[in-house]
């Protein structure tokens, strides 16, 4: 097989590189041109084998091409011309390319052997083929040329309105969808009012009819004391000693839960925060808790953030304390605040110990409620202070986990958009 030179005219540089790639695979060299400005350019400054040529082009199309190469008199009016085209496919446009003196019509894709065996044929027949008279009656080839646009534009002005058509249904699906939407979130909203009011509700009885019963049942072990406590012996003490001391544990859960349920209904006030300041506070209010303990602090420069001082100061209270309480077996306890890269416009910050830690395989138990990592009289503590950690952080658009390790401390990072 004689290897060939193609012309290409394409305006897409994708189509000419495929185009070209399969030609070249087939041993034959290529010429480009973007548009059939360019092609008769190349066609008078080389010599070529045939022409393949793509329709829809800026300066010139196809059927002008074919239209300008017959028409020439130079010596490339015969080279055999390959129309290749992925949109012009009807009766009238086949017509026009017969016209304008194409030789073939090839739909794309198509494999490179095929164009091959297009021009290869042509070339063999070339003889027999009539010569391209000198003169082509250019009205009626513009007649044609006419017909073949017309044809084509109403072609894609049905196109057209059938897309219009669609994409007016698309557009009253989507309002009805935001309708429904908008009765949903109504209806959200309105189920959430309900039951931000059962909740308050729940408060009030939490606070009022299960601290009464409480008081009593404290007085009454109180008064018993008081009035045979001569009279017990050691082991009935001890067990009033246990009342008394469960209904002081349940006055403290009664508290937490109330604090829990008042965090998310808190109206929030949005200020600049220097954490620095407000872990200086936290420090100092926990003083008591360090009374007669040896704590080193290690400490970094801390962000300034957008959010509630109050509530932010809560987290840091209820971190800090747990470092300090988890740590208080140690002969010195190490506590770590720092910060650490984030996603973009968000700070993270870190508590670190040197404490007992804990299993990592449970740290899903860590930010519910009463749900705690360690006995009651290993460590004291509600099981509350996490979980209401992690609502005001929620609240803040941020959030909040922990690493850990039995018997080798534990981190707990939190993180916080700056705006």
């Not at 894609?156 to 009765?183: C, F, G, M, P, Y």
Request: charged share 25%.
């Amino acid at each position: 097989m004689k290897a060939l030179k193609f012309l290409i005219a394409d305006d897409s540089p994708r189509n000419l590189k495929l185009l070209r790639a399969g030609l070249e695979a087939e041993g034959h060299k290529v010429v480009e041109a973007a548009n059939g400005a360019e092609a008769l350019a190349a066609l008078d400054r080389e010599s070529l084998d045939a022409v393949i040529s793509d329709i829809l082009k800026p300066s010139m199309d196809g059927f002008r091409l074919c239209h300008e190469v017959r028409r020439s008199d130079k010596n490339y009016r015969d080279i055999p011309l390959i129309l290749y085209t992925a949109t012009y496919d009807s009766p009238a446009d086949r017509a026009l390319a017969n016209t304008v003196g194409a030789d073939r019509y090839i739909l794309k894709p198509a494999p490179a052997a095929l164009l091959v065996s297009a021009v290869e044929d042509i070339l063999a027949k070339s003889a027999a083929r009539p010569k391209t008279p000198p003169g082509v009656d250019d009205t009626y080839v513009l007649e044609r040329y006419n017909a073949a646009l017309v044809h084509k534009l109403e072609s894609r002005n049905d196109e057209l309105h059938a897309s219009l058509a669609k994409l007016q249904t698309a557009h009253e699906h989507i309002v009805e969808l935001n309708r429904l939407l908008e009765t949903r979130v109504s209806q959200r909203t309105e189920a959430l009012d309900a039951a931000n009011k059962e909740l308050e509700a729940f408060s009030f009885s939490v606070s009022h009819d299960l601290r009464a019963p409480l008081s009593r049942i404290g007085g009454f072990v109180q008064m018993l004391k008081d009035s045979a406590g001569a009279q017990l012996n050691t082991a009935n003490r001890e067990m009033l000693s246990q009342i008394a001391s469960a209904t002081t544990q349940m006055s403290r859960l009664i508290d937490a839960l109330l604090e829990f349920a008042r965090t998310s209904r808190t109206e929030m006030h949005f200020v600049e925060v220097d954490l620095d300041v407000l872990i200086d506070k936290v420090i100092a209010d926990l003083s008591v808790d360090l009374a007669g303990r040896e704590v080193e602090w290690r400490r970094s420069a801390l962000p300034k953030i957008r959010g509630d001082a109050i509530l932010l100061y809560q987290v840091l209270v209820n971190l800090l304390s747990n470092a300090i309480k988890y740590t208080r077996t140690r002969d010195q306890s190490v506590i770590e605040i720092g910060t650490r890269e984030g996603r973009n416009n968000e700070a993270v910050i870190f508590v670190r110990d040197n404490g007992v830690g804990f299993d990592l395989r449970y740290a899903g138990k860590l930010f519910g409620v009463f749900q705690r990592m360690h006995r009651e009289d290993e460590f004291e503590g509600t099981g509350i202070g996490l979980a209401n950690a992690q609502r005001i952080l929620t609240r803040h658009g941020g959030s909040i986990w922990a690493e850990a390790a039995v018997d080798r401390g534990a981190t707990f990072y939190f993180s916080l958009p700056h705006s």
